[in-house]
């Protein structure tokens, strides 16, 4: 009976969409990717490595939003369906011409290209199978494809849309896992003899690892699938202790608040240091996303008897493909040697936490912590900088939504304050975290625990005409770039009139999209306008 149902119910769920494209589907990434700072919010298909294939509505509905960016999705559409899902289109090359106008109108208006629109019922139906736009590889995107989400309407949540597709798309391959992380938990446990984590492959392995005490682990692992050179997203890892689960992950779903929880899961410091991503298998004090389960202890294995310690993961894909690895911790007594937690750079993941230095004030909220931190901070003093410089700590320590970092101005080189940033160090590079100038201080509000100072940006941004020869085709392109603070806004008038233009900003690219604006066979000025996040302006006027 219970086999009965659930075909029944695969049946109904197939008939619910159908294929965005007439040809063979195919991805290019998967459900819940590992991404900076969020999981991949729906599936990525490819477009037989074109763009311009026309996309047919999933399921009868409506343009509910449209948005134009410089990065992300580049160009987006949003339909809101009536059997309760939304689904979101990324990276169009075009709109349908009717909603192609209605953007226009905007962007003219208001002389933007950045837009976004939210339509009512009644504007821009569609039908299921009706083309809406055109696939591309507009906004943060790297080769032509579509990115589809679906996500239900009332909550928001994002949901596998592969799961309606799965009889469209042959996957007879398992994830495969390539290294296990061991975590001695702080104070509390030993790997190997120390107190640091540890990485070994899985060939490495089949020697037992010693330890002691709490320890936790986690696996660097990827999904494949049957044609495809592509790695994806592992739906669901498992790990057994002596036949005991004690922890697991199905990727499957998620809201929006919960996206970030991907830094709790993972091993953020790994995937920021080295660009290497770690699913941990255990679930961190702060972390509250729903698509984990662990047993009391939240995944930490406690090693307290001298033996063997049989540790099993099995790693499963949307297809029900498995595969599994088996491993053995040998238990070996250890001293362990307990930490401080009354001292005042150890931050409490469950509750406000302030850190307070000679021209610094850091607020961590409660919440905002996964786990408890020990802070490496430390105060960088140079009696030429415009601040002193702080590290708040010297691994990257993610947090789950800003908190107020400020620092105290020691030299005043200029005497415009909206010149000045807070600024990110790392890796031997300056970022902006921005920042806001008040009684001696800059405030920003940071994400991160790292090194940090105050900078200065009167730099204006750089504009660099690229095709020249071109530009009476109405091929007219630039390159923009601003040192510093980055570009806010820009600007094109030519003959004094806003003539739409493109900017890219994967490759920095200012390009015309409305060359039907130009007048052919007269002499034209073009004035850009380009301004960066402090305010410095460029103006370049040519002649073409
Ligand atoms: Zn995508």
């Known amino acids: 009976m219970g086999a009965f149902v659930s075909v029944q119910a695969q049946k109904k769920q197939e008939k619910t969409f159908i294929p965005p494209f007439d040809f063979p589907l195919s991805l290019s990434g998967n459900f819940g990717e590992l991404r900076s700072n969020h999981f991949h919010g729906g599936v990525d298909f490819k477009t037989q490595g074109v763009v311009g294939k026309p996309i047919r509505c999933i399921a009868d509905g409506y343009v509910s939003r449209v948005t134009v960016t410089p990065g ?11 059997n309760g899902y939304t689904s979101v289109h990324g990276h169009l090359l075009k709109f349908h011409s009717e909603i192609e106008k209605m953007v226009k109108a905007y962007q003219y208006e208001h002389e933007t290209f950045a837009v976004d629109l939210k339509f009512d019922a009644s504007q821009f139906p569609f039908k299921q199978g009706e083309v809406f736009a055109l696939a591309g590889n507009e906004g943060y995107s790297f080769g032509p494809h579509l990115h589809m989400e679906i996500r239900k309407t009332d909550t928001g949540e994002y949901i596998d849309p592969l799961q309606f597709y799965t009889h469209l798309i042959k996957d007879t391959t398992a994830p495969r896992g390539t290294h296990v992380m061991f975590y001695p938990q702080a104070g509390e446990g030993t790997v190997a003899g120390g107190t640091q984590k540890k990485a070994y492959t899985m060939e490495a392995l089949r020697t037992p690892v010693e330890a002691w005490g709490k320890i936790a682990v986690g696996i660097k692992a990827y999904d494949y699938m049957d044609g495809t050179l592509n790695n994806y997203g592992v739906r669901s890892v498992k790990l057994y202790v002596d036949s005991i689960e004690v922890f697991r992950s199905t990727v499957d779903g998620f809201l929006s608040d919960e996206n970030r929880m991907i830094n709790a899961w993972t091993d953020y410091e790994e995937y920021v240091s080295r660009n290497s991503w770690f699913m941990r298998s255990q679930i961190l ?34 297809y029900g493909n498995k595969r599994t690895y088996s491993f053995k911790i040998k238990g070996k007594q250890t001293p362990i040697v307990p930490i401080d937690k009354s001292d005042k750079h150890y ?21 905002m912590l996964y786990d408890d931190v020990k802070l490496n901070a430390k105060v960088l003093t140079d009696s030429l900088g415009i601040s002193y410089t702080y590290q708040l700590n ?33 890796k031997g590079r300056k970022s902006s975290a921005g920042g806001t100038y008040k009684d001696g201080y800059m405030t920003a509000s940071i994400r991160e625990l790292g090194t940090y100072t105050v900078a200065l940006d009167t730099v204006a941004p750089k504009v660099v005409p690229l095709n020249k020869p071109q530009w009476k085709t109405g091929n007219i392109r630039f390159k923009i770039t601003d040192a510093e603070t980055g570009i806010k806004n820009y600007k094109v ?41 402090c305010g410095n302006e460029t103006r370049e006027e040519y002649q073409f």
């Open 72 to 82: 992300g999705y580049g160009q987006a559409v949003y339909i809101t369906h009536h």
């Open 493 to 533: 008038y030519v003959d004094g009139d806003f003539v739409l233009f493109k900017f890219s900003s994967k490759n920095a690219t200012l390009s015309c999209i409305d060359p039907k604006r130009i007048k052919k066979g007269k002499v034209h000025q073009m004035q850009v306008v380009v301004t960066d996040y």
């Open 285 to 318: 004090p702060g972390n509250t996303w729903r698509m984990l389960q662990a047993d009391e202890n939240g995944g930490v294995v406690t090693i307290d008897e001298e033996r063997f310690y049989h540790f099993r993961y099995e790693l499963q894909d949307l």
């Open 347 to 367: 931050f409490h993941w469950n509750r406000g936490n302030v850190l307070l230095e000679p021209g610094m004030l850091l607020v961590v909220y409660r919440g």
């Open 394 to 426: 010297d691994k990257p320590v993610p947090l789950h939504a800003g908190c107020p970092l400020s620092i105290g101005i020691r030299r005043y080189p200029v005497s415009d304050m909206s010149k000045y940033y807070v600024a990110r160090l790392q």
